[in-house]
């Protein structure tokens, strides 16, 4: 295995390339990211196929396998489908309208008559 980018920035021997995106939150400390990756299809000398996962140009351990978090390094990490952590930064930066408060009037009978509708 070569880590020399050929055509294209994939390395040499590459069967097939897909790209494929993940987002992930820590449980430990609540940070979250995302990040996409070049999963590259190879066959070795043997026939065998393998796939590297590429990030950012360089070939990292499987995403899926066990992440680390960014922030703390921990290991309690959910992996989400992607965008998830983009639209819950959106969420919380968003204006919220909320009611005004204030005195809330109250229907009111007096004792013995009849209930109000």
């Known amino acids: 295995m070569t880590e020399i980018p ?3 920035g994939l390395r040499a021997g590459a069967t097939a390339v897909v790209t494929e995106a993940y987002a992930f939150a820590c449980m430990r400390c609540g940070y979250g990211w995302e990040q996409s990756y070049e999963i590259e299809h190879h066959v070795d ?10 990030a ?14 960014r922030s703390c ?3 309690v990490v959910r992996i989400l489908r992607p965008g998830r952590v983009a639209s819950a930064r959106d969420a919380a930066h968003r204006e919220r309208r909320v009611p005004a408060a204030g005195p809330v009037e109250a ?5 013995g008559s009849a209930p109000l509708p």
Do not use: Q
């Not at 000398?45 to 590429?54: E, H, I, P, Q, S």
């Not at 990292?60 to 992440?67: A, D, G, K, Q």
């Open 45 to 54: 000398a043997d026939g065998r196929t393998f796939v590297l996962y590429v």
């Open 56 to 69: 950012d140009g360089r070939i990292v351990p499987s995403p899926l396998s066990r992440p680390a978090c």
């Open 6 to 8: 050929g055509p294209g």
């Open 73 to 75: 390094d921990g290991h």
């Open 107 to 111: 229907p009111w009978a007096p004792e």
